[in-house]
């Protein structure tokens, strides 16, 4: 029988109340428990039945009952930390986690969990288990299922709506509906209807042995790294910014020079295929001496799906230093920076690894989907 890991962090799945809010781990359990096919901490009716334990998410032995929103880089540190001083004792692992930052706290975890040989399923709801109609009980259901069964998953996913998504490619797309997530730049890992249906084609192959935190010395190895990332991520700023039309140049700065601690690296989110309003010398400037001065200026699209160009036209921001996230979302881009920065690498050496795929996170190659392509 295999035995699933379930981390609780909060979010609406386990929210009550009003306004609402997140409820105890224990109590969240007892909640879980009542419910048909769950007791005894196990999914029945099932060939084999699945085993889980609910877990609350604790950081220095304090609990932490969150609403995602209240998220930050050392909690997702402090999840990785969880998650790999349980991982020897589990099969597979189910987060719960809020919608509002899962898809942030998802590609976190997939670039700090370097090794990973067994499925972490990310999960909440838009509706929480305590209400009668909900969303939360088919996903947890399907979080716990898919990890427990699926043994070949060897990476971070978010599970909604009957999707199973790559995490560092998950985006979430609608505030109110069920079908919240979706992964615009790259298909669904697997489909659940009565049964799963797996894209085994798509999904990462099991780390080489080298790296596999199946060895004990790699994940003792992580479990060495993760209390300094920990530490590291409160030590740098890493913006975001969204361009819109009239952005004042000095908005730019106030960012770049007034942020404390003063800001590493930024993600722009950019108009289309990364361009920017490069008719002003001010603007341009702003992000030349940023970069310049060894800020890590990273060009996303603020458009939802398909991939940055910034030598394509004129007004392309490659031209102001900022190198190209391609087909990353931006919640892939922040946390990627951070995850680098973390680890202490210089501006340089970020620059190249932005642009490598490191976890699945990145089409590399020219974009099939390309307009420009053919014209070159
Ligand atoms: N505010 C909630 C959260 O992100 C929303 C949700 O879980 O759906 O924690």
Redo the contacts with the bound molecule.
Sequence with gaps: MSNVYVLYT????G?IGKP?A?MPASQFAQLVASMPGLAQGQVAGLDVPIQFTIEPYTVGGQVQT?????MNPADWVNIAIQLAANYAKYDGFVVL??????GFTASALSFLLQGLSKPVILT???IPLSSTLNDALPNLVGAITLAGKQPALAEVCIYFDSLLLRGNRAVKVNANQFA?FNSPNYPPLATVGTIPTVNTALLLPMPPANLSLATQDNLQALQDLLPKLAQNVTQFSIAALMLYPGIQPSTVSAILQNTTPRVSGMVLLAFGEGNGPSGSPQFMGVLETASANGVVLVDNTQVLAGSVENAAYATGLGAAGAISAGDMTPEASLTKLIYLFAQGKSAADIKTLMQQSLRGELTTGTPTGSRHTAQR
């Design positions: 909060g979010g609406t799945i929210c609402l997140p969150l609403d995602s929103s209240n986690h809020g919608t509002d930052t899962m909440g709801s838009q919240a």
